[in-house]
């Protein structure tokens, strides 16, 4: 008897430790995600994998930040990934970076898991479907969007009379009218980044694309105009000799843009989406609901265009867990998830049909002009080498607004640099 | 008598010597893990076309990275800007380093402070003290300007941007790494001035010899071993100079401030180009080798 029960005992505890290993094995498919830096929003991406956890019990998704800018983020995968580490299954990474990083072999094709590129891309807005497509595959999928955008001061403008300029020579002499009268000596005209950064490279490419140039063709080959690009810079120190733009443009970084807009310091100012909510919201901004966005200027005689930003979601070629993974990756940028990333943080959607969405629309009403806004943005060159590209056009145009190098002389070199690379 | 002999036997003896190398094997194992592999692998990697954006294979290409350094502006300008920061600032750090020694050595009563405001730079991470004079040098919010334009030595309107002009950028980060780096220089000389003792002084008085030339023919002669060990120190550390210019200018204006650590690591880590940054790397490998090889037959000279 003692022993029978005894074996009954057994043979339950035996199954039971069974089932239980079943179940955690069942349970353990951890993913690990990097999602950027605190521009990025992890606490929002966080909400998004609890709701995506609730719903799919047996994946637990840890999150993992990085730096500051999209550059750091970048050394730091270049690290992760060169050693093939295992352990980040999912990465978020710049609009910039498909192409790299496809060429480098750290993404897998998510083709197998969401269909072919033409069909699985073509929801979203036409400059982030053709951003994550890569020799025909399917690279990435668009977690939000993000573009340059011409922010303004409406209460100046207004009391000043002046309508929205619609071309560079206009914004010019609308901003040294309103400094002129304003008797403000800290108020610039017009605040862009010169500093040897990313945005620097958006600096370079604004004044080119406005005259309707193309930096390169679809092949990922350079079409630079060498004549335009000098024209562009040109019309950048024309409005620093003008007083318009501060002398030291080629210190000032992103986060100086905004501050400085923030403090009431710039009647106009080139920044990023995520500059809206910083003038809106912050608590020391000096420019609550004085804040309008416009489409950028185009050179006399162009047509207006912007740069692109924003960021995907890429599963890692060195992940143990591709199918979970592309899984959650294809949730993460489902329309769901953009008008949820819309509503609570006021991320730009990639989908068209967001932006007019009733619901974003109460919570960020701007995002009705803002959809002309990016719909109309360039994607800075797609390139399996875009570090080196990067670096070539945002050192360069730096030293130009530093007047150590004229623009022609600066042209010259980042096209002979250039060349080299873009083949 | 008897057991001396069987010692050397057993040095003789292959089992013995077996054992020695087995011991021996650990600290060997490891280093060659650490130092040996890590360099041989460099060195290997600088024959190949290890473009990763290439997304093929390595390719095995001889000397041609090499040819491509000779040719290479980027290089040579990073290799000058290397070698002008190093001949500024390890003089200018022995110079200061040696002023401050000198001072934290003179009989205070409390040297604590003295000895801590000696410490401080030297704990205090490069890249920290980097962005610190960083902010030091900013056109707008920076201290200097603001000191200058207060004392009207500058105008209000139009003040010296000193990051993005290359002269003054060049001599911003070599103030920043004489500032940072003579601390360290300090410390050792202190060290070596501690250990020249006392009655050399009370000699020399004795004989009539000024404090000044107490300095030339008592100090420095005896402080000569601890500036040379200061010296090769510093001067390796100033060839690998990567972490203030970086955190200052980024190497610009343009690529006047870039060193060579600086466009190594562009070229590996920016520009995914494995080979050619190893093979950058092994031209600085060379160079700082040269240089302990030059510092190291100075002292044997001096041990004869």
């Known amino acids: 008897m003692t022993f ?3 074996t009954t005992l057994g043979t339950m505890a035996a199954a039971l430790a069974f089932s239980l290993a079943g179940f955690s094995a069942q349970a353990q498919t951890k993913l690990r995600v990097f999602s950027g830096g605190q521009n990025q929003r992890p606490d929002l991406m966080r909400k998004l994998f609890d709701q995506y956890q609730a719903a799919n019990p047996g994946i637990t998704i840890d999150i993992e930040t990085g730096g500051a800018t999209s550059e750091l983020q970048r050394q730091y995968l270049s690290t992760v990934l060169n050693a093939k580490d295992s352990a980040i299954d999912i990465y978020m990474i710049d609009i910039v970076n498909p192409a790299q990083y496809f060429g480098a072999g750290w993404l897998e094709p998510l083709d197998t898991y969401v269909g072919p590129a033409a069909t699985a891309l073509k929801p979203y807005l036409p400059v982030y479907a053709s951003a994550n497509v890569v020799d025909g595959k399917v690279a990435a999928l668009p977690a939000f969007a993000d573009a340059m955008f011409m922010y303004y001061r409406k209460d100046l403008l207004a009391k000043h009379g002046i309508a929205e300029p619609k071309t560079w020579d206009e914004l010019s002499a609308a901003a040294k009218k309103i400094q002129a009268t304003e008797g403000n000596a800290n108020l610039q005209g017009l605040s862009i980044q010169g500093a040897p950064i990313e945005g620097a490279v958006c600096t370079f490419l604004l004044p080119y694309w406005g005259q309707g140039k193309e930096f390169n063709d679809a092949a990922g080959r350079l079409t630079l105009d060498k004549p335009a690009a000098v024209k562009g810079l040109g019309t950048w120190l024309g409005m620093v000799d003008a007083g318009v733009i501060k002398k030291n443009v080629a210190e000032v970084k992103t986060p100086d843009t905004v501050n400085e807009f923030k403090a ?29 966005v416009m489409p950028l200027p185009a050179m006399a005689g162009g047509r207006s265009a912007t740069c692109v930003g924003g960021w995907q979601w890429a599963v890692s070629a060195f992940s143990k867990h591709k199918a979970e993974a592309a899984k959650l990756v294809k949730h993460l940028a489902s329309p769901a998830s953009s008008k949820f990333l819309a509503v609570e943080g006021s991320l730009l959607p990639t989908y068209a049909e967001v932006y007019t969405d009733a619901d974003v629309n109460r919570q960020a009403p701007w995002f009705k002009d803002a959809a002309a806004v990016v719909v109309a943005g360039k ?6 080498d875009y570090g080196q590209v990067s670096d070539i056009i945002r050192t360069t145009t730096s030293a130009i607004l530093a007047r150590t190098k004229t623009p022609a002389e600066g042209v010259d070199e980042t096209e002979g640099r250039l060349r080299r690379v873009m083949r | 008598m008897a057991d001396r002999l069987p010692l050397l036997d057993r040095l003789r003896d292959p089992s013995e010597r077996t054992l020695g190398l087995l011991l021996l094997a650990p600290a060997f194992v490891l280093l060659a893990l650490i130092v040996v592999y890590p360099i041989g692998r460099l060195l290997w ?21 090499y040819a491509l350094v000779l040719t290479d502006q980027d290089f040579w300008n990073a290799t000058a800007n290397t070698l002008l920061i190093t001949v500024i600032t390890v003089p200018g750090a022995l110079i200061v380093g040696l002023g401050l020694a000198l001072l934290a050595n003179l009989p205070f009563k409390r040297r604590w402070p003295v000895r801590l405001a000696l410490l401080l730079p030297w704990a ?20 200097v300007n603001d000191v200058l334009i207060r004392l009207g030595l500058e105008d209000r309107r139009d003040p010296t941007m000193w990051l993005l002009k ?18 360290f220089m300090a410390l050792i000389l202190l060290a070596g001035l501690q250990m020249i003792p006392r009655s050399l002084y009370e000699a020399a008085e004795v004989d009539g010899a000024t404090p000044w030339q107490q300095f030339w023919q008592v100090t420095v002669p005896m402080l000569m071993p601890s500036i040379v060990v200061a010296l090769i120190f510093r001067t390796i550390t100033a060839l690998q100079t990567f972490d203030i210019p970086y955190t200052m200018t980024k190497g610009g204006p343009g690529h006047a401030t870039q060193t060579l650590a600086m466009l190594i690591h562009a070229t590996t880590i920016d520009y995914l180009d494995l080979g050619y940054g190893s093979t950058l790397a092994v031209c600085m490998f060379v160079m700082s ?10 002292i044997g000279r001096q041990a004869q």
């Open chain 1, 4 to 6: 029978l029960r005894r």
């Open chain 1, 264 to 292: 009431g310091q710039a009647v106009f100012a080139i920044n990023w989406g995520f500059a809206w909510d910083r003038f809106k919201d912050d608590a020391d901004s000096q420019v609550k609901g004085k804040v309008g």
């Open chain 1, 379 to 384: 994607s800075r060159p797609l390139s399996k």
């Open chain 2, 45 to 65: 990697n600088s024959f190949f076309d290890l473009r990763l954006s290439g997304g093929g294979g390595a390719k095995f290409v001889g000397l041609d990275n």
């Open chain 2, 124 to 143: 205090l991470p490069l890249s920290f003290a980097g962005l610190i004079f960083a902010w030091f040098f900013h056109t707008e919010y920076g201290v």
């Open chain 2, 166 to 183: 290359p002269g003054w950028a060049m001599a911003a980060i070599c103030l920043t790494i004489i500032w940072k780096t003579s601390s």
């Open chain 2, 289 to 298: 080798l040269a240089v302990t090889a030059v510092y190291l037959r100075h």
